[in-house]
């Protein structure tokens, strides 16, 4: 199920303009050597074990390229594969078949990949209060299929951008000229603005946190780069009054520790930046 920000005005410019890159004037080697009518079928092949994702997506790049393609879809998004599986069967004009499989190829692996990657650090924080987002660090025009494979995976998006959301990182801070100031005037530009949305506030140690607890008027603290011991303290300090995210180098190794000192969110770079793709592959038979 696609979810709100995956419309139809969106997966048709991607689409069309990822075909506009990869195809240009033309798919001169299936146009060479391919004869217009043939018609042949394809399996959607599974190398690695993993979850997958973007079979629905596929779907959509096969039809918009030619409507009369045809799938048989065995393994839906989301479902835990392994090596050998086979996903899907396309049929239809060999040509658009070879046109659009890199297109699709791209787009799945590196969703499949986030989802198995995803899937993996869920389970490691499973039973714990914590629950695990993605970030903005994405590839650029792909983002939006990115957070979709995250929600694939079972992990949570974070914010889509920086429209739909306020958050005051260290920057924002310093720029302003400390936490009470980037507050503040936070505040009167959501008064002036009439826009309602909700503020996270990053902060580096407990003074700060201390500080944001006494200015008020955010949603979400970020504890960033803290320390164990540091983290549990914070959540003691805001005690439920927000809630909190934990950020900053957190690994598989220590996701674990970091959901058991109490957070809220754990929100995790590493699921979007530098996956490992899940192999996969599209063969004529």
């Known amino acids: 199920m696609k979810p709100p920000y995956i419309t139809d005005s969106f997966l048709k410019q991607f689409i069309s303009t990822s075909l506009a890159e990869d195809v240009g004037d033309g798919d001169h080697s299936s146009l060479a050597s391919i004869a217009e009518t043939a018609s042949g079928k394809a399996r959607l092949l599974v190398k690695d074990d993993g979850i997958l994702a973007g079979v629905e997506l596929a779907v959509e790049i096969f039809k918009h390229f030619d409507d009369r393609i045809e799938l048989e879809i065995f393994i839906q998004d989301g479902a835990l594969v392994k090596k050998g599986d086979v996903a899907f069967t396309v049929s239809g004009f060999t040509r658009s078949i070879l046109t659009t499989e890199r297109l699709v190829l791209n787009c799945m692996q590196r969703m499949s990949g ?90 580096r140690n407990l003074d700060e946190v201390r500080e944001v607890l006494r200015v008020g008027g955010v949603d979400v603290i970020m504890l960033d780069n803290m320390s164990l011991s540091d983290m549990k303290a914070a959540v003691e300090l805001i005690d439920g009054t927000c809630k909190t995210e934990a950020s900053g180098g957190i690994t598989e190794e220590t996701i674990r520790q970091v959901a058991e000192c109490g957070v809220d969110y754990i929100s995790v770079g590493a699921l979007t930046h530098s996956v490992k793709s899940l192999d996969l592959s599209l063969k004529m038979f």
Do not use: C
């Open 114 to 203: 986030i989802a198995t990657t995803t899937k993996r650090l869920v389970k490691l924080v499973a039973g714990s209060n914590a629950q695990l987002l993605d970030t903005r660090k994405t590839t650029p025009n792909f983002r939006l299929l990115e957070k979709w494979a995250v929600l694939i995976g079972g992990g949570r998006n974070h914010r889509i951008g920086l429209f739909d959301m306020i958050m005051l990182k260290d920057n924002h801070i310093d720029g302003a000229g400390g936490i009470e100031q980037a507050i503040n005037r936070t505040k009167e530009y959501l008064r002036t603005s009439k826009k309602d949305l909700k503020v996270e506030i990053e902060t």
